[in-house]
C-alpha cells in the first residue's frame, strides 16, 4: 500500500514543471521577445520623429505618432505579463495592470486609426494604411467590448476580447517573422506586397489568438459560471 501512494506522488522533476507551467514564464518570455521586434521599431522611429524639421510634420500627426509609440510599447510590454496563471489569480495585480492597460490600449488603437485615416504617405502605401485602418479599427471594438465584459463582471468573455485586442496589438512582431520568411528566400516586395504580408501577421495572431480562447473555453469545468471566472 505504501509502495502504491509512494508511485503516485509527484517527482520533484513533475512539482518544477508544474510550477512553471502555473508562473507562465515562458508565455511571457516568449510576448515580450515577439514585442521587442516593433517596440525597437518604435525607438527607432522616435528617433526620426526628433530629428525631422519642424516643418516637415504636423503637429498633430508628430504628437500622434509618439502616443502611438509610447502607448503601444507600454500595452504589449505589461501586457504579456497578464497571461501569467499565477498573476492572474492575484486580484491586485490584475485590476492594478488592468487599468494602465485599457486605456494605453486605447491610445495605441486610436492613434493607429488617427494615422491610417489622415494617411499623407505616398499613394502606393495606401494598401498598407488600408490594412493598418482595419486592424486599428478590430483593436478599438475589441478593447470596448472587453471593457463592456468587465463592467457586466462576465470575466469569461473579458479575457476573450482582451486576448484578441492584445493579439492584434502585438502583429508587428509577427509581421516582422513573416517578412524575413518571405524576403529572405524570395527577396524583396514592392509596396501591394507589404500590404499583403503585413495582412498575414495580423491574421497569423488573430488565428492564435482564437486557438487560445478555445482552449481555455475547453478547460474551463462544466458546473463554472461564465461570470466566475478570471482568465484574463
Given at each position: 500500500?505504501?509502495?502504491?501512494?509512494?508511485?503516485?506522488?509527484?517527482?520533484?522533476?513533475?512539482k518544477?514543471?508544474?510550477?512553471?507551467?502555473?508562473?507562465?514564464?515562458?508565455?511571457?518570455?516568449?510576448?515580450?521577445?515577439?514585442?521587442?521586434?516593433?517596440?525597437?521599431?518604435?525607438v527607432?522611429?522616435l528617433?526620426?520623429?526628433?530629428g525631422?524639421?519642424?516643418?516637415?510634420?504636423?503637429?498633430?500627426?508628430?504628437?500622434?505618432?509618439?502616443?502611438?509609440?509610447?502607448?503601444?510599447?507600454?500595452?504589449?510590454?505589461?501586457?504579456?505579463?497578464?497571461f501569467?496563471p499565477?498573476?492572474?489569480?492575484?486580484?491586485?495585480?490584475?485590476?492594478?495592470?488592468?487599468?494602465?492597460?485599457?486605456p494605453?490600449g486605447?491610445?495605441?488603437?486610436l492613434?493607429a486609426?488617427?494615422l491610417?485615416?489622415?494617411?499623407?504617405?505616398?499613394?502606393?502605401?495606401?494598401?498598407?494604411?488600408?490594412?493598418?485602418?482595419?486592424?486599428?479599427?478590430a483593436?478599438?471594438?475589441?478593447?470596448?467590448?472587453?471593457?463592456?465584459?468587465?463592467?457586466?463582471?462576465d470575466?469569461?468573455?473579458?479575457g476573450?476580447?482582451?486576448?484578441r485586442?492584445?493579439?492584434?496589438a502585438?502583429s508587428?512582431?509577427?509581421?516582422?517573422?513573416?517578412?524575413?520568411?518571405?524576403?529572405?528566400?524570395?527577396?524583396?516586395?514592392?509596396?501591394?506586397?507589404?500590404?499583403?504580408?503585413?495582412?498575414?501577421g495580423?491574421?497569423?495572431?488573430?488565428?492564435?489568438?482564437?486557438?487560445?480562447?478555445?482552449?481555455?473555453?475547453?478547460?474551463?469545468?462544466?458546473?463554472?459560471?461564465?461570470r466566475?471566472?478570471?482568465?484574463?
Open positions: 500500500m505504501s509502495q502504491q501512494i509512494k508511485a503516485t506522488r509527484p517527482t520533484a522533476e513533475q518544477e514543471q508544474r510550477r512553471r507551467s502555473k508562473s507562465g514564464w515562458l508565455a511571457i518570455t516568449g510576448l515580450l521577445l515577439l514585442s521587442a521586434l516593433p517596440v525597437l521599431g518604435g527607432l522611429r528617433q526620426e520623429v526628433s525631422e524639421p519642424a516643418e516637415t510634420l504636423l503637429l498633430a500627426s508628430t504628437v500622434t505618432i509618439v502616443a502611438h509609440i509610447v502607448a503601444m510599447t507600454a500595452y504589449c510590454i505589461l501586457g504579456a505579463f497578464q501569467s499565477a498573476l492572474r489569480t492575484r486580484r491586485g495585480w490584475h485590476r492594478t495592470a488592468g487599468r494602465a492597460l485599457i494605453a486605447f491610445i495605441a488603437a492613434s486609426l488617427w491610417a485615416v489622415f494617411f499623407g504617405g505616398p499613394s502606393d502605401e495606401l494598401a498598407l494604411a488600408m490594412v493598418r485602418l482595419v486592424f486599428a479599427v483593436m478599438t471594438l475589441f478593447l470596448v467590448r472587453g471593457v463592456i465584459a468587465i463592467r457586466r463582471r470575466f469569461v468573455a473579458h476573450a476580447w482582451m486576448t485586442a492584445y493579439a492584434t502585438v508587428g512582431g509577427t509581421q516582422a517573422l513573416v517578412f524575413a520568411v518571405w524576403t529572405i528566400p524570395l527577396g524583396d516586395v514592392d509596396a501591394f506586397g507589404e500590404a499583403w504580408l503585413v495582412a498575414v495580423f491574421l497569423i495572431n488573430s488565428a492564435v489568438a482564437e486557438l487560445l480562447i478555445r482552449r481555455r473555453s475547453v478547460r474551463q469545468p462544466g458546473g463554472v459560471s461564465r466566475g471566472a478570471l482568465v484574463s
